[in-house]
């Protein structure tokens, strides 16, 4: 913009001066040339290229290492729910929240440490190209496998298993499907704010991110389960089949509840961030606008010469 105003301005100087003038905007504009494009790519870098910083260049991490991060990494948050609950310690959203924060911690720079369907979705609605649809498939299905194999891996470690039901709690489909819903929300508001936005690269994303699930399955208890996760409920409620000593199957309202609320959750967190951080999207605007500016600029400047 400074380069324009002062384009404008030489132009009701003498030829001479007007071509000087001219001449010495041109650093300018390849510095903002060089400003844009810096910027775009940030705006446009993956998850796993904002949250970390390596000493050395590298190349970027294959489909199938992201794809074998977030297995793993959903893999052993899954398992810790499994065999957390099977314990009954009162300490077991403590050990899930911290082991969600050392999975991030450990694959984030790999494939940015989703671990959870609803975070995928909602880092895809969060726009700024983080992740393709296709790729976000890809790993939604790898979350919810490592999630299915880490409920059998419970269940053959404690010989116990449970399932997902707001009857569990003796509550209605509606407390269920709202208390997932908000707190899934929080926690896939955190992982785009912290994660995904152009406040990181910090070193307390993960740290915050499992507080979140901590924070959550505190509050609410006493009420519900506390899943906030599709692949939780998906690993659990298989391996609760699975297991012949169960006494409780999950219902069909139950499945409901516990896969889809969390998706809506990542939906409104979505929507909360692009309706707080516009500053995430301003580069699209002024890609946009700065042609037009260019070209009448450019028009008033002939006209001028003109005269």
Known sequence: ?????????????????????????????????????????????QVQDIITTHRVDVREPLLRE?????????????MTVGIGVASGSDMAPVAIG????????????????????????????????KISCRNAALYMV???????????AALAGTEKSFCFDYAAKSQSWGTGFELEMLFTMALCGI???????????????????????????????????????PAVTVGMNIANYANGKATQNPSVGAWF?????????????????RGTRGNEFQEETFETEEPNAKASIEASIEATIEV
């Open 1 to 45: 913009m400074v380069t324009f105003a002062t384009t404008v301005r030489s132009a009701s100087l003498p030829a001479a001066l007007r071509s000087s003038s001219l001449q010495s905007s041109a650093p300018s504009s390849r510095m903002t040339s060089a400003t844009k494009a810096t910027r775009m790519t940030m705006m446009t870098a």
């Open 66 to 78: 992201r794809l074998l991060a977030e297995f793993v990494g959903t893999f052993f948050l899954v």
């Open 98 to 129: 911290l082991m969600l924060a050392v999975e991030i911690y450990t694959f984030g720079s790999v494939s940015g440490g989703f671990l959870n369907p609803a975070v995928t979705l909602a880092v895809v609605l969060g726009g700024r190209q």
């Open 142 to 152: 790898a979350e919810c496998l490592g999630g299915i194999a880490a409920g059998f």
């Open 191 to 229: 992982v785009l704010s912290a994660g995904t936005s152009n406040d990181a690269p910090n070193q307390y994303f993960g740290f915050a991110i499992g507080c979140t699930v901590v924070a959550g399955a505190r509050a609410c208890g006493g009420f519900d389960q506390g899943s906030f996760n």
């Open 257 to 273: 509840v516990f896969t889809l609320a969390p998706f809506v959750g990542g939906t409104l967190a979505a929507g909360v961030f």
